[in-house]
């Protein structure tokens, strides 16, 4: 007796049948974290990512497939967030803060060093493609400005010269120590396979909070300070699951009765519901 042939799956991808099997088992595990399996697009696209370096062709038409949605749904998404790339990234993203306090500490004068040392503005790539340099916005480390970030690992209170010797050990493929969190640096690729959920065992390497960032809790201790106990009356709203005052109660944002002139005169003559102009 002939077995019957295993019907294959369907795809416009150009993936050969190792990758796409590989996609598929990885994507089918993101899929399977959410109630509604479209709700993994996000880390899906950081999957893809992973394999070719940035988000392709057939990176979304592989994530429409597996979502049943279409490449124009998932390209609105990919299209949205700076951490997604439509054109092939370098193997390290260097990030450098230029928000307003890690410029007004040096951020904008650290950009232009490296842009110029390297040859390529924001979101360019070396032609070696060991590097893509990026302006980003606040990285949440204020306390450390100003700041640069290899692959999202952190680099502290950076100068010109600094970030440049720090790129260029990078392109010379050098071992580099973020400032905090993990104890070295991984590739694009790794990190953006970590975004997808994959984890790669060294989220408690390194150091966490450094001195900056605990210094008010120090002062705290140092003084007996501690934050308020929430008030009995507080706990059984909460309990009870009470979310909105009563209308007319301080809070309330629901319709309430004119407190001056001008309240009174908008939305004057106008139907229940239809929007004052």
Excluded at 160 to 181: H, Q, Y
């Amino acid at each position: 007796m002939t077995a019957e042939p295993v019907e294959q799956p369907t795809t416009k991808t150009r993936y050969d049948a190792e990758t796409l099997a590989s996609l598929t088992t990885d994507a089918t595990a993101i899929m399977a974290r959410y109630p509604d399996p479209r709700s993994g697009l996000l880390p899906m696209l950081h999957l893809v990512q992973s394999v070719d370096g940035y988000v392709s062709r057939d990176g979304i038409l592989f994530c429409a497939e597996m979502l049943g949605i279409t490449a124009a749904e998932v390209s609105a998404v990919a299209t949205f967030y700076t951490q997604y790339k439509r054109h092939p990234n370098g193997t390290y993203t260097v990030g450098v803060c230029t928000n307003t306090l890690c410029a007004v500490m040096g951020g904008d004068a650290i950009f232009d060093e490296l842009s110029e040392h390297l040859g390529v503005g924001h979101d360019e790539t070396t032609p070696d493609g060991a590097i893509t340099l990026e302006r980003v916005e606040c990285n949440a480390a204020c306390d450390y400005a100003p700041v640069v970030m290899v692959n999202w690992e952190f680099f502290d209170n950076q100068t010109p010269e600094s970030a440049t010797a720090l790129a260029d050990k990078l392109i010379l493929g050098e071992d580099v120590v973020p400032t905090r969190g993990a104890a070295s640096v991984c590739s694009f690729k790794q990190m953006s396979r970590v975004l997808a959920g994959f984890p790669d065992g060294r989220a408690d390497e390194g150091v966490g909070a450094g001195a900056p960032t605990l210094a008010g809790l120090q002062i705290a201790r140092e003084r007996g300070w501690t934050a308020p106990e929430a008030s009995a009356a507080g706990d059984a709203d909460g309990a009870a699951g009470q979310t909105s005052p009563p209308v007319g109660t301080p809070g309330s944002s629901a319709e309430r009765k004119p407190a001056t002139a001008s309240d009174a005169s908008v939305g004057k003559d106008k139907k229940p519901g239809e929007d004052a102009k």
